[in-house]
Structures are given as C-alpha cells and as structure tokens.
C-alpha cells in the first residue's frame, strides 16, 4: 500500500490547534449539537482516563465525570468535525497511560494529584 497516498487523504480531515492531551489532564470539550434547524455547543468537563491510536486521523481520547453521583464516560474522536474546541483546565501527575481503576473509586480515593496547583500556590513563610 503506499503511504504516500494514504497520507495526502488523511490530511485534509486532520485539524490544528488541537493541545497536546495526556491520561490525568482535566478538559473542558465543547461540542457541537445539533438540534433540528438550532445549532448549540454543548461543554462537557472530565478527566481523561484514556488515549488510544495516537495523534492521527483515528486518535481518540476518552473522558470520565462523575454526574449526580453517576460516572459518565464519553469516547471523542481527537479531529472529529463536530468539536469546537478542547480546553486544558489542569493537569494532574499519574503513572499510568490508562486509568480505568477510576471506575472503581468513589470520593476522595478517585482524586489525582494536581500538579499545576503547585505553581499557583506561595510558598508558606514559617515565623
């Protein structure tokens, strides 16, 4: 098969400006709905538990929140037309590339460490 070919198609479906997302970061996704005639964006915010196929055409990214005590986990296609836009709220530093022990955690034990909180917060001054 060549390549090269193959390549010159899947550029013109891939997108820019798309940030560079890990397994931890916490996103806000806006996507685009379409209801009859209306068009809205809708934004749903999660942590990313997983990345699978890479940065290509078939690369996606999937996102947990938790909703009136329910998790709610959605799969998005990273250059899929109907998203708008992928915001990076915050990081968090984890060890592995797929956190799916999350599904299993409630509370306080499904917590990440925050790592660009560290940044924000002054140094405590002892007296």
């Known amino acids: 098969m060549n390549t090269e070919i193959l390549d010159k198609f899947t550029k013109s479906y891939l997108k820019d400006g798309i940030p560079q997302l890990k397994s931890g970061d916490t996103v806000k996704v806006h996507q685009k709905i379409k209801e009859g005639e209306k068009e809205r964006i809708q ?3 999660g942590v990313i538990i997983a990345t699978k196929h890479g940065q290509g055409v078939s690369g996606t990214f999937t996102v947990r929140k938790i909703s009136s005590g329910i998790g709610i986990e959605r799969i998005f296609p990273l250059h899929a037309p109907f998203i708008e836009k992928v915001e990076i709220v915050g990081r968090s530093s984890v060890r592995r ?7 299993d955690r409630v509370g306080k034990g499904a917590k990440l460490k925050r790592t660009d909180e560290k940044a924000k917060v002054a140094p405590k001054i002892k007296k």
Do not use: A, D, I, Q
């Open 97 to 103: 590339s797929k956190l799916y022990y999350l599904r």
């Open 43 to 45: 934004v749903f915010e």
